[in-house]
C-alpha cells in the first residue's frame, strides 16, 4: 500500500519553462487537493477535485492547471514557470471532505520546486 | 478572516522533558481540529484530530486538548524523544465547505541530548 506518491522529489526550472508535477494514490479517495508550502506560511490549497472529472480552485491557483481523469492520478501543471512558484508543492488525498468530522487528509512526501 | 496562529514558533528541548503547543483559531464554523506532524523533507501526518464535543484526546505520548469555548488548542509531548524534532501543524476545519481547511505556520520542535 503505497498511500500518496509524488514524483519527482525534486525539480529546478527556468522561467517561463512548462512541467506536471505527478500525484497518485492507490487507496480509492475521491478527494486529492495540491497545496505549496512556503516558509513562515500555512499550507495554501492551490486546486482540489471531488471526484473523477470535477476539479475546482483553491487559494492561490494562477498559473497552475489541473485535470482528474481518473480516480487515482491528480496531476498539476505549472503553465509559464515564474520566480514565485518556487516552493513545495503536496498532494493529498482524503476519504471524505476536509468539512466532515471524520475527513483524514494522507499527504504525499512533497516535490521541491526552485524556478530560477 | 478564518486564522490559525501557533506557539511558540520554535523550541529546544532536552530529550526526556514534556512539552507543550499552543494553537489558537478564529475559524467559524468549527467542524474539527487536527494536528500533524511533519518531518523535514516528509508530508505531514496525522497525530489527533478533535471535534467540537471533545476536551482531550491522546496518541501514545501525544495528548491533544481542545478548549471550543476559548477557541483553543494545545499538543502536550510527554517524556520527549529525538524522534519527536519537528514541525507540528494545527489544521482547522471549516463546515459546509468542500475542502476548506486553515492551516497554522507550525511549530519547529528540537529535541536534543
Known amino acids: 500500500n503505497a498511500g500518496v506518491t509524488q514524483t519527482p522529489k525534486f525539480q529546478v526550472l527556468k522561467t517561463g519553462q512548462s512541467m506536471t508535477l505527478q500525484c497518485a494514490q492507490d487507496?480509492?479517495?475521491?478527494?486529492m487537493s495540491w497545496y505549496r508550502q512556503d516558509p513562515g506560511m500555512g499550507l495554501r490549497l492551490i486546486h482540489y477535485?471531488?471526484?473523477?472529472?470535477?476539479?475546482d480552485q483553491g487559494e492561490v491557483p494562477n498559473g497552475y492547471n489541473v485535470s482528474r481523469s481518473t480516480t487515482e492520478d491528480f496531476p498539476l501543471r505549472l503553465l509559464s514557470a515564474a520566480p514565485s512558484q518556487t516552493s513545495v508543492y503536496f498532494c493529498a488525498s482524503s476519504y471524505s471532505y476536509p468539512g466532515a468530522a471524520n475527513y483524514g487528509y494522507t499527504f504525499g512526501s512533497g516535490t521541491r520546486l526552485t524556478v530560477v | 478572516k478564518n486564522q490559525v496562529e501557533q506557539s511558540p514558533q520554535s523550541l529546544i528541548i532536552l530529550e526526556g522533558k514534556n512539552c507543550t503547543l499552543q494553537c489558537n483559531y478564529t475559524v467559524s464554523p468549527f467542524s474539527n481540529l487536527r494536528w500533524y506532524k511533519q518531518d523535514t523533507g516528509r508530508g505531514p501526518v496525522s497525530l489527533t484530530i478533535m471535534t467540537f464535543s471533545e476536551n482531550t484526546k491522546s496518541n501514545g505520548r501525544y495528548t491533544a486538548t481542545l478548549d471550543a469555548d476559548t477557541k483553543q488548542s494545545s499538543l502536550h509531548i510527554t517524556a520527549s524523544q529525538l524522534s519527536d524534532s519537528a514541525s507540528y501543524i494545527c489544521v482547522v476545519s471549516h463546515t459546509g465547505t468542500a475542502s476548506k481547511l486553515t492551516f497554522g505556520t507550525g511549530t519547529r520542535l528540537q529535541v536534543t541530548l
Open positions: 487507496m480509492n479517495h475521491e478527494y
Open positions: 477535485s471531488v471526484g473523477a472529472g470535477i476539479t
